[in-house]
Each structure stands twice: as C-alpha cells, then as structure tokens.
C-alpha cells in the first residue's frame, strides 16, 4: 500500500479506521480501550501498543497482515516481552534432566514439605527483586545464590 509509505504505525492505526468508517470512541470500546486512549496512539503520544492489543486492532481494523499497521518495523520480541532472566537456560536444563527415582524413594512427610515450602516463598518473598538464580535439589525446587545444580 503506497499511500501508507511513511506513515507513523498511529497514522496508520488513524488510516484503516477512518477506511472502516469507525470513530474513535467506537474502536475503543471494540479493542477495550478509551478513545482518548485511541487519539494518544493516532498521535504518536503513545508507543506502538504490544502484540495482543495489537492483533486486536488489526482483527477489528479488517488489517490481514501486521506490517500494514505498523509499517516497516522490524517486530522482535524483544519490542514487546520482558528480557528472560539470564539464568534460564540453565534452570530449564536443571529441570528437564532431573533424574526421576523408581526406587529408593524416602517419603517426606507432608509436614515436613510444607515447611520447606514455606521456607522457599519466604526466600523467594525476600528476595524477588535481587539476582536469583534456582536450583534443584532432591524433592523441592530451592533457592540458591551461587549458581544451578541438578
């Protein structure tokens, strides 16, 4: 579409609502926002919104592709998620090569698994916000400053 080559991803949010013949309090309510809200976004006062508001703007918008709404734009990721935390390669690694015991098994008493749960969500309530990295260990998953171990 030639006539949207340059255009801001709003101006063409403004474009393909003004060609379904919608207002902006009417889009709005079908995307679950304000008009207001709508107006910030044609104006470029917002960012380009993240990939599920954005799918809905194209599915109510009638826009088969999402390049058509926000143009060139490369579309990563990255633009729209939260960065993983840099340890989970190895957490996920811990997880999926956890050996599962057939036998030997000693059973935990459901007292004492409750404890050591309620340790982790203390340890984890305490800790949310600093550099966390998980181990596992025989029965619980726990938290561990040093590094991930199986």
């Given amino acids: ?3 949207l080559a340059g255009m801001t991803t709003g101006q063409r949010v ?7 013949g919608m207002s902006r309090p009417v889009l709005g309510g079908l995307v679950g926002r304000s008009d207001e809200w709508v107006k910030a976004v044609e104006t470029d ?12 703007l194209a599915e109510v918008l009638q826009v088969d592709d999402l390049a058509q709404l926000t ?26 090569t956890y050996p599962i015991l057939t036998s030997g098994i000693t059973p935990v ?13 203390g340890l984890w309530g305490v800790h949310s916000r600093g550099r966390l990295s998980w181990a ?15």
Avoid at 45 to 56: F, N
Avoid at 109 to 121: D, G, I, K, N, P
């Fill in 1 to 3: 579409m030639d006539d």
């Fill in 45 to 56: 006062r917002l960012l380009t919104p993240r990939i599920p508001l954005l799918l809905r």
């Fill in 109 to 121: 008493a459901a007292s004492t698994l409750t404890e050591r749960v309620t340790q982790l969500w």
């Fill in 136 to 150: 596992v260990e025989p029965g619980l998953i726990s938290v561990d400053r040093v590094g991930v171990s199986a």
């Fill in 71 to 96: 143009g060139e734009q490369k579309l990563t990721s990255a633009a729209f998620t939260k960065p993983a935390h840099e340890a989970l390669p190895q957490v996920a690694e811990a997880l999926a």
């Fill in 14 to 20: 403004r474009h393909f609502r003004e060609r379904a």
